[in-house]
């Protein structure tokens, strides 16, 4: 039976994809940002190598009980926001969440880690990334807006990734598809291998600083959905 859901992933998918394909021709091709369609190419960028090494020589240490008490705090954080805590430590950042003095300080301390982390590491190209997000937060948003986001932004280098924020490949419904630029140098890392293999979820997440900008390039509403082109921004 083909019911109105149906219709209207269809209709998204294929004016979202025609959309994607025209950008990269007109403003992607003729600059040096790279983007990566794994449902196409396995190719993973090479920069990545040094981000994936990092994790599992931690987590390598850590099962031969040789890593250090920062070390271990570090996976544990990355490993938690790969979980279910990124939705308290985001709110918290965004000053929406409201928790105990216990919780708060544990989310603190989450967040320093993260934080210290990515600052460690950037992104080694001018790459697009792609992101799922919530309609409504674009509402309005007219070429040259300016969103600045106080969380963390989880992004994936994979152009084709549609995977919804518990990683479903959920249908969209009043969701964002958000296709980013991404400038060398960005702070960011590459967490894929933050998790142990049993509980990676396959998303090639790359993790970008809390406090970005977005910057809108352009804002299209395809009926209850949205898909927006922009750049990400980071203060010097």
Not at 153 to 179: P, Q, V, W
Not at 193 to 200: G, I, L
Request: one cysteine or more.
């Amino acid at each position: 039976m083909i019911t109105k859901k149906k219709i209207e992933r269809k209709i998204f998918n294929s004016f979202s994809e025609l959309l994607i394909n025209r950008w990269i021709e007109n403003h992607i091709v003729k600059t040096d940002f790279k983007y990566f369609d794994l449902k196409t190419d396995k190719t993973i960028p090479l920069w990545t190598d040094v981000h994936n090494q990092y994790f599992t020589n931690i987590l390598e240490k850590k099962d031969n009980l040789k890593a250090t008490e920062e070390e271990i705090n570090i996976i544990d954080s990355f490993d938690n926001y790969q979980g279910e805590i990124f939705r308290h430590i985001n709110k918290k950042l965004r000053g929406i969440g409201s928790y105990t003095a216990g919780f708060d300080n544990k989310l603190n301390k989450h967040i320093c880690h993260l934080n210290k982390t990515i600052n460690s590491f950037d992104v080694s190209e001018n790459i697009i990334v792609a992101r799922r997000s919530k309609s409504f937060l674009f509402n309005g948003k007219k070429k040259l807006s300016i969103i600045k986001d106080y969380g963390f932004l989880s992004t994936s280098i994979n152009i084709s990734h549609r995977k919804d924020s518990d990683g479903n490949n959920s249908d969209f419904e009043k969701d964002a598809l958000l296709i980013l630029k991404v400038p060398k140098f960005s702070k960011a890392i590459y967490c894929e291998k933050a998790q142990k293999e049993s509980k990676r979820r396959t998303e090639f997440e790359l993790l970008i600083q809390k406090g970005s900008t977005i910057l809108i390039e352009k804002n299209y509403k395809i009926l209850s959905n949205r898909l927006i082109f922009g750049s990400i921004q980071q203060a010097d």
